[in-house]
């Protein structure tokens, strides 16, 4: 009967047959000893309240005083008994009989899984994707090995099932019936998960998180339905954004040859332009320039009419003739693309963050505390004398690819203070920490969860939810509808956030135009925006793409 019991509960069991029973012999012997010893006899009733204040360290009432050394002794040995028993009840007996009864109210076993996904493991890698399945109502169960996040998950009310899978399969009795399984634990754990899903019967998609990309190969062998390395593709995207080689501003723009071109300016606090309306500043009638869009706190949003407002601290891209463009970067600051790109942080996103710049022949220097092949100055980003030898003012941008969040904004903070005009990218642990960053100057921030999130929703949710992103790209296309308009004065066009930046016509292209132009049905149409918005102007105007003139 007593095997039957949890372990706490036989502890627990066990302390209250011994208490009474070392209160008993205590009372027997101190009896024995002040009638034999002490020659002052005591009662077995007194001596038992002797030996419960004793135990329970209460303290004496009558008897406070011997003279005989062995009642002395015996007497100083129960005050150190009761003391350790003290000690010893509460973190090994009472405290674990309590965790346990908590336990019990977690599930272990799944519950029924129609229509859920099944995360094995909660950690930042699905931190944002949690959230989202949250808000779009989409039912998920996470199965944790860990009691203590267990119980915190339980504490914010999400759907937790504890266990220790390697220990007892069974608990994952009920996968068979899941919509899909996502493996976010270590490697290994992630094989195990895999080998024992699809042994109790389940046949729908396994996709798992790893930490090594060698280690895909096997993952998909033993039955995962896709493997993905979050860290990496995090990396690739603080890489994109430090360098214009890798992602380019503008697919298509070399279509324009030298008539147009592209820039990005960092809108000062004190800049004429900051907390304006476009509609109010006629920056395409007096400069002949389109505002694309603007980055703000790492999201870039197309320009979308007059109302659209120029956030202070933001990065406006702009389109128009090169020499349109210095007027607007006076009033604004241009964001300088020459120099080393500076890495601060040689982890694996770090490593993965040079792979990629030194694939696309990018100059750099990289910062550790530690010296490692590949490290170029040993020394703390938050020093002075570090940012000084690494030449930080110098730098075309600054990626922070550090482990600790908190180091993260602190790093940030003196980076920006010290280089105010250069572009800072910066790597974040866990997603709620990003806007942490962005308060303490980040240009572009991005966490492993919003990574990850981002490709799960694509496999998981109705729709690619939590963008990492965003790419700008010139088409040619014909005017469709917008035959017999003027380029500049479509009031819908402005609010799909496609632009219009130059019209062929003959042998010319177009940047400017009189007040009298009207578009004609065999001129080609050069628009600007994001991928999106060209799609939806597309199948707005009815406008068709064109080959490029020879």
Known sequence: MLSKLKRSTRRLIALLALLPS??????????????????????????????????????????????????????????????????????????????????????????????????YHYGPAIESLVEEFIRTDSPFVIFEEDMELA???????????????????????????????????????????????????FTGPIYALADDPLYRPPMIQIGATDVFTPAHV?????????????????EGMHLLGSKVGMAEFRVRADSPLAGQYLGDLHLRETYGVSVIGQWHEGVFTTAKGPKTKIEPGSILVVVGAQAKLESVERM????????????????AVGHKVIEMLQDAKETCIVIDTQYALGVDIVGNILERSTLDKACVREASAIVLALNDDSESVFATAVVRDYAPEVPLIVRVGRTPNTARLYRAGADFAISVGQVAGQILSYHLLDEQVIPVENRIKFSRLSPGT????????????????????????GQDVLVEFNDDFCLRADDALYVCGSISSIERYQKHFHATPLTARS
């Not at 917008?482 to 016509?505: F, N, Q």
Request: charged residues 20%.
């Open 22 to 119: 070392a209160v008993f012999i205590l009372a027997t012997i101190y009896m024995f000893a002040m009638e034999n010893l002490e020659g002052a006899p005591r009662t077995f009733l007194e001596s038992l309240q002797w030996a419960s204040e004793t135990l329970t360290t209460t303290g004496y009432g009558h008897d406070s005083h011997w003279t005989h050394p062995a009642v002395a002794l015996f007497v100083i040995f129960g005050q150190f008994l009761g003391q350790f028993l003290v000690f010893l009840i509460f973190p090994i007996f009472v405290l674990p009989y309590f965790e346990e009864q908590f336990e019990v109210r977690l599930q272990h076993t799944l519950p029924p899984m129609e229509g859920k996904v099944l995360f």
């Open 234 to 250: 995090l990396g690739a995207a603080l890489a994109s954004r430090a360098s214009t080689r890798i992602s380019p501003p503008a």
């Open 482 to 505: 917008l035959v017999g308009t003027y380029p500049w004065r479509s009031e819908v066009l402005d609010h799909m956030g496609a632009k219009i930046v130059a019209v062929e016509r």
């Open 332 to 347: 604004a600051m241009s964001i300088r693309r020459t120099g080393p790109i500076i890495l601060a942080g040689y982890g």
């Open 151 to 201: 119980r915190s998950l339980r504490d914010r009310k999400y759907n937790v099932v504890f266990g220790k899978l390697s220990e007892d399969p069974a608990t994952f009795a009920r996968v068979k019936q899941a919509r899909a399984v996502v493996a976010n634990a270590d490697d290994h754990a992630n094989a195990s998960c895999t080998l024992i899903v699809r042994e109790l019967g």
